[in-house]
């Protein structure tokens, strides 16, 4: 890894401060540390903005009044973190709702120095160590090995001990190089939520070489409970919905959506088994992929609703 790395870490957070103030102890852990914390709160939340005194890492918190979405707030985020400081050598994404152990980023640093790639991302676990989530791989025949193996640990590390190339993510943690974050450029800030993560991860990897690191495990815990009202099933329809568009979105605009398209009619069979089989629901898939492909991701504007 480089002599020096300097990494900082973005966050976008809303209405979670006891999940935020958990990943800010962990990062506060790390047997390398982050040199600041820059988080957006998309609140805003005052029981959020008063964690500032609560850890000792050097914290900046960015309050834009608006819910920015998930990569609206990261954009946000990084863009204050590379004209705050300017000599940082890594960005480190990380969800409100994840936490690190001790060795975590030092971890990554290593695997990303090691396979000389711009983007490593590890495998996502639950607290009980249950695997949730890995980076989607770009051979095709391994990512179907994965979903075969389910949510086994163990099965799925020993299918690529040393780590694969990546395709693309989910959000929870991502460390970059600062030079693949440039030329990449931020999130999405026109992505409300639900797919905005695939997509800037697809153009990191089109951008330089990207890493699933399986000797990384970061724990991914959701709250129980949270202070925003309780989801509708209208609004889980809707939700749903966004990410399908999105998918698609991504899909057309990529410039290297690699096996993306193959999961499509997947996530359409999911929405149908989810809301029921009707005319319905099947001219919302048609009307969600539609826009998608024709270059509307579902976001703040109208197309989103």
């Not at 991504?250 to 809301?275: D, E, I, M, Q, W």
Request: hydrophobic share 40%; charged share 20%.
């Amino acid at each position: 890894m480089p002599a020096h790395p300097s990494v900082v870490a973005l966050v976008a957070t809303r209405f979670r401060p006891d999940s935020l103030l958990r990943l800010l102890e962990s990062l506060q852990r790390q047997t390398l540390r982050p040199s600041a914390v820059v988080v957006t709160d998309n609140g805003p939340d005052p029981a959020t903005l008063a964690l500032a005194g609560r850890t000792p890492l050097p914290l900046e918190f960015l309050s834009p009044k608006k819910n920015l979405g998930f990569g609206g707030g990261l954009a946000l985020a990084g863009q204050t973190a590379l004209e705050k400081f300017p000599d940082l050598t890594h960005l480190l994404v990380v969800d409100d709702d994840a936490f690190l152990t001790p060795n975590d980023l030092e971890g990554l640093l290593r695997s990303m120095e090691s396979h000389q790639v711009g983007t490593v991302a590890p495998f996502l676990v639950d607290p009980q160590g249950t695997l949730q989530e890995v980076p989607e791989p770009v051979l095709w025949p391994l990512a179907r090995a994965f979903r075969r193996v389910t949510q086994d640990l163990t099965r799925a590390r020993a299918l690529a001990p040393s780590g694969y190339s990546m395709a693309w993510c989910i959000g929870p943690c991502l460390l970059i190089r600062k030079d693949a974050w440039l030329r990449a450029g931020p999130p999405r800030s026109d992505m409300l939520a639900y797919g905005d993560d695939v997509e800037f991860s697809l153009r990191l990897s089109a951008v330089a070489p990207a890493w699933a690191e399986p000797s990384v495990t970061v724990v991914h815990a959701p709250p129980s409970t949270s202070r925003l009202p309780p989801s509708t099933d209208g609004a889980h329809y809707r939700k749903f919905g966004i990410l399908l568009q999105n998918l698609a979105f991504t899909c057309a605009v990529s410039p290297r959506s690699r096996h993306l398209p193959l999961y499509l009619p997947g996530n359409a069979r999911r929405f149908l088994k989810t809301f029921g089989f009707s005319p319905k629901n099947t001219l919302e898939i048609a009307r969600r992929y539609f826009l998608g492909f024709m270059g509307f991701p579902a976001g703040h504007s109208a197309a989103s609703s």
